[in-house]
């Protein structure tokens, strides 16, 4: 059971750039989320989804994209890369109420020069 | 909006020694509560959580109890081990019905020398 799944591991882009970091997950839950982790700032949710065709925004959404086809996978785009994207960004999904646990991937670091 | 304060740290402990993580909270209404732990490399997994007032999470030698009185969720263990390393996160549950958010606290590391 390969649980959550985050793609690549480590990018380096240039301002201006665009990308897809990828998430996927095989436990059928139907809550993914995208999260970035800053020095000194904890984790803040960029974007959210309850389920296929459904998203929402979160709490720094701005410069980032999302699409839910499929129960599985949850995409995270960045339209236009900027040096303030520098960060590590986590994908988490969980069982349909959040009082369950949520399950993290290993994270993608990303650069942005 | 819902928050989450905790200690930032970082915090440097000999093994076997007494450790206490403070975590307090704002909400509206009665979040669950959880402790997240990130080590090194890895992506965060749970700890422990509590879901109602009174209701004692554990794990791991783990404990923390869900305060309502002081809106406290303070995270202990008795005796820490080397192994015991890494970034201690407080959280909350928040929202409803298809619309539920986890929000963080900022982390704190800890650091066990042998």
């Known amino acids: 059971n390969a649980g959550v799944t985050q793609t690549p591991k480590f990018q380096v882009l240039k301002t201006g750039q665009s990308m897809t970091l990828q998430c996927a997950q095989d436990m059928n839950h139907e809550y993914m989320s995208w999260y970035r982790q800053d020095p000194g700032m904890g984790l803040r949710l960029i974007h959210y989804s309850v389920g296929a065709g459904i998203t929402d925004q979160g709490e720094v959404p701005n410069g980032y994209n999302v699409s839910r086809s499929t129960t599985e996978d949850f995409p995270l785009r960045l339209l236009s890369a900027a040096p303030s994207q520098t960060s590590v960004y986590f994908c988490?999904?969980?069982?349909?109420?959040?009082?369950?646990?949520?399950?993290f991937g290993q994270g993608t670091r990303l650069t942005v020069v | 909006g819902n928050s989450v304060t905790q200690m930032e740290g970082p915090v440097t402990l000999s093994e076997e020694a007494f450790l206490t993580i403070n975590c307090t909270y704002t909400?509206?209404?009665?979040?669950?509560l959880f402790w997240y732990v990130q080590y090194p490399g890895e992506g965060l997994q749970l700890l422990l959580k509590a879901t109602k007032a009174d209701d004692k999470g554990s794990n791991k030698g783990f404990e923390a109890t869900y305060r309502k009185e002081t809106t406290s969720f303070h995270l202990e263990k008795g005796s820490v081990q080397v192994s015991d390393s890494a970034v201690y996160f407080c959280?909350?549950?928040?929202?409803?019905?298809?619309?539920?958010?986890?929000?963080f606290g900022k982390g704190m590391k800890l650091t066990v020398n042998p």
């Open positions: 988490a999904s969980s069982p349909f109420f959040l009082n369950t646990e949520a399950f």
């Open positions: 909400a509206t209404g009665y979040p669950s």
């Open positions: 959280a909350l549950s928040e929202g409803q019905g298809g619309s539920e958010k986890l929000v």
